[in-house]
C-alpha cells in the first residue's frame, strides 16, 4: 500500500502568495529575472538566487547557506509562514486548455526504495549527489515530485466536498494560470484520506525522478549519522504533489536527429527500423 502523511508547510501569508510564487527558473529569461528581482522583492526568487548578477559567483556551500538565511528572513519578516499543525493541502491548476486539483502531501523514501513509488527512468550519479548537497545545505523541500496514482472514487469525492470550502489561495499568475489552494487540517479528514491511500497499490513518478533519488540518497546518508534514527524523521520523506490518473494530460516527448555520423539517410532508417515501426510523413507536419 501507498503511505501517505500531512505535513506543516511553510507557504505565503494569503495576502502575499501571488507576489511570492514564482515559475520554474528555466522558463525565465535572464533579462526577466532581472527586472522580478529589481521589482519584487517578495518573490521567491529572491530565496533561491542570491547570488544573481553578481562577479563573483558564491561557492556551492556558501551558496546554500545564503539560500537557507534568505528563507529564515522570510520567515521573520512574515512573508512566509509555518501552519502549527500537520496539514494536507489540495492544489489545483487552471489554464485555457486544462486544469487539474491533487495533493500536496509526504511520501515515504521508504515505499521509494521498495518500488512502491514506481520510476521509469534512469538518474546520474552526479546530478543526484548535487541535489542531496542542496536538500543538506538549504535544510528545506522547495519543488515537488509529481505522482500519478489510479483513480479511486472515494479519493475524488473527499476532494470533490473539500473544494467547496473557501480557499487559502485564489490568484491568477503572470503565465494567466489560476492557482487555487485548500488547507485540509481536520484531522478526521486527514485519516481518512490517509485510509483511502491505503487502498493504493503504488504511485507512479511523472515528473521528478531527481527529487525522489536525490531526497532518497539524502535520507540514507542523514539515517548513517542519525544514532537515534527511528524512521519518523522529516528527511524520511519526498514532498510530493499526487493527481489521479484520470487528472493528468501527457505530451508526446520529440526527438530530432541532427547528425546521422557518417551513414546515408537510408541506412540510418533501416537501423531505425530494427527498433521501431517507421512512417514517411512527406511534407505533412507532423
Given at each position: 500500500m501507498a503511505f501517505i502523511k500531512p505535513f506543516k508547510a511553510i507557504r505565503p501569508t494569503p495576502e502575499k502568495a501571488s507576489k511570492v510564487a514564482s515559475q520554474s527558473l528555466e522558463t525565465y529569461s535572464k533579462q526577466e529575472i532581472k527586472e522580478i528581482l529589481q521589482q519584487n522583492k517578495n518573490s521567491f526568487l529572491q530565496i533561491i538566487l542570491?547570488?544573481?548578477?553578481?562577479?563573483?559567483?558564491?561557492?556551492?556551500?556558501?551558496?546554500?547557506?545564503?539560500?537557507?538565511?534568505?528563507?529564515?528572513?522570510?520567515?521573520?519578516?512574515?512573508?512566509?509562514i509555518q501552519d502549527?499543525?500537520?496539514c494536507f493541502y489540495l492544489y489545483k491548476i487552471e489554464k485555457e486548455d486544462y486544469s487539474c486539483c491533487g495533493i500536496f502531501c509526504a511520501t515515504q523514501t521508504e515505499?521509494?526504495?521498495?518500488?512502491?513509488?514506481?520510476r521509469h527512468e534512469s538518474t546520474i550519479e552526479k546530478r543526484e549527489k548535487l541535489f542531496a548537497n542542496y536538500l543538506e545545505g538549504v535544510g528545506f523541500k522547495a519543488e515537488p515530485v509529481l505522482m500519478i496514482?489510479?483513480?479511486?472514487?472515494?479519493?475524488?469525492?473527499?476532494?470533490?466536498?473539500?473544494?467547496?470550502k473557501s480557499p487559502e489561495y485564489h490568484f491568477k499568475s503572470s503565465d494567466l494560470i489560476t492557482h487555487t489552494l485548500w488547507k485540509i487540517s481536520k484531522p478526521e479528514t486527514i485519516d481518512?484520506?490517509?485510509?483511502?491511500?491505503?487502498q493504493i497499490n503504488a504511485f507512479y513518478i511523472a515528473d521528478g525522478h531527481?527529487?525522489?533519488?536525490?531526497?532518497?540518497?539524502?535520507?540514507?546518508?542523514?539515517?548513517?549519522?542519525?544514532?537515534?534514527?527511528?524512521?519518523?524523521?522529516?528527511?524520511?520523506?519526498?514532498?510530493?504533489?499526487?493527481?489521479a490518473e484520470s487528472e493528468v494530460k501527457i505530451y508526446e516527448f520529440n526527438r530530432m536527429v541532427k547528425d546521422?555520423?557518417?551513414l546515408t539517410k537510408e541506412t540510418f532508417l533501416n537501423k531505425l527500423e530494427t527498433y521501431f515501426n517507421i512512417y514517411p510523413k512527406g511534407k505533412e507536419i507532423y
Amino acid at each position: 500500500m501507498a503511505f501517505i502523511k500531512p505535513f506543516k508547510a511553510i507557504r505565503p501569508t494569503p495576502e502575499k502568495a501571488s507576489k511570492v510564487a514564482s515559475q520554474s527558473l528555466e522558463t525565465y529569461s535572464k533579462q526577466e529575472i532581472k527586472e522580478i528581482l529589481q521589482q519584487n522583492k517578495n518573490s521567491f526568487l529572491q530565496i533561491i538566487l542570491p547570488d544573481f548578477g553578481s562577479n563573483s559567483k558564491l561557492s556551492p556551500k556558501n551558496r546554500y547557506k545564503e539560500i537557507h538565511k534568505k528563507i529564515l528572513e522570510f520567515i521573520e519578516d512574515g512573508i512566509l509562514i509555518q501552519d502549527p499543525k500537520p496539514c494536507f493541502y489540495l492544489y489545483k491548476i487552471e489554464k485555457e486548455d486544462y486544469s487539474c486539483c491533487g495533493i500536496f502531501c509526504a511520501t515515504q523514501t521508504e515505499d521509494y526504495r521498495n518500488n512502491i513509488i514506481k520510476r521509469h527512468e534512469s538518474t546520474i550519479e552526479k546530478r543526484e549527489k548535487l541535489f542531496a548537497n542542496y536538500l543538506e545545505g538549504v535544510g528545506f523541500k522547495a519543488e515537488p515530485v509529481l505522482m500519478i496514482y489510479p483513480d479511486r472514487k472515494e479519493i475524488s469525492e473527499i476532494i470533490k466536498l473539500e473544494i467547496k470550502k473557501s480557499p487559502e489561495y485564489h490568484f491568477k499568475s503572470s503565465d494567466l494560470i489560476t492557482h487555487t489552494l485548500w488547507k485540509i487540517s481536520k484531522p478526521e479528514t486527514i485519516d481518512l484520506l490517509k485510509r483511502e491511500f491505503d487502498q493504493i497499490n503504488a504511485f507512479y513518478i511523472a515528473d521528478g525522478h531527481h527529487r525522489c533519488a536525490s531526497t532518497n540518497r539524502y535520507s540514507l546518508r542523514r539515517k548513517r549519522k542519525n544514532l537515534n534514527h527511528t524512521g519518523a524523521e522529516s528527511y524520511n520523506y519526498i514532498m510530493s504533489y499526487l493527481l489521479a490518473e484520470s487528472e493528468v494530460k501527457i505530451y508526446e516527448f520529440n526527438r530530432m536527429v541532427k547528425d546521422l555520423n557518417g551513414l546515408t539517410k537510408e541506412t540510418f532508417l533501416n537501423k531505425l527500423e530494427t527498433y521501431f515501426n517507421i512512417y514517411p510523413k512527406g511534407k505533412e507536419i507532423y
